[in-house]
Nanobody, 118 residues
Framework: QVDLGESGGGLVQAGDSLRLSCAFYGQTFSLYVMGWFRQAPGKERELVAQ???????YETDSVKGRFTLSRDNAKNTVYLQMNSLKPEDTAIYYC????????????WGQGTQVTVSP
């Protein structure tokens, strides 16, 4: 069983930065792909970024150059650094994890709200 605990959301103005953290508990962190998803009101949940156990990253086009995903295997934590935030980044952000052998994200955090005002 894996448990995930997110923190770092909040209300900011456009152009500001936030860093989301996700703490991982229960299994061997270094064997898991970690991801951040977001869901805005009335929209489907989308993958924002993911990072492999070897720290290869993927970011969706809308956040490339602004968001950076990193992981600290010693602290069992993944970080999403969000810079130059835009109102359209407003959403609930969810941390997720999948074993490196899995094709789907199996474990989810409770979500953290990010609100960006114009």
């Amino acid at each position: 069983q894996v448990d995930l605990g997110e923190s770092g959301g909040g209300l900011v103005q456009a152009g500001d930065s936030l860093r989301l953290s996700c703490a991982f508990y229960g299994q061997t962190f270094s064997l898991y792909v970690m991801g951040w998803f977001r869901q805005a009101p009335g929209k489907e949940r989308e993958l924002v970024a993911q990072i492999t156990p070897g720290s290869s990253t993927y970011e969706t086009d809308s956040v490339k150059g602004r968001f950076t995903l990193s992981r600290d295997n010693a602290k069992n934590t993944v970080y999403l650094q969000m810079n130059s935030l835009k109102p359209e980044d407003t959403a609930i952000y969810y941390c997720a994890a999948k074993h490196r052998s899995s094709s789907i994200f199996e474990y989810w955090g409770q979500g953290t709200q990010v609100t960006v005002s114009p």
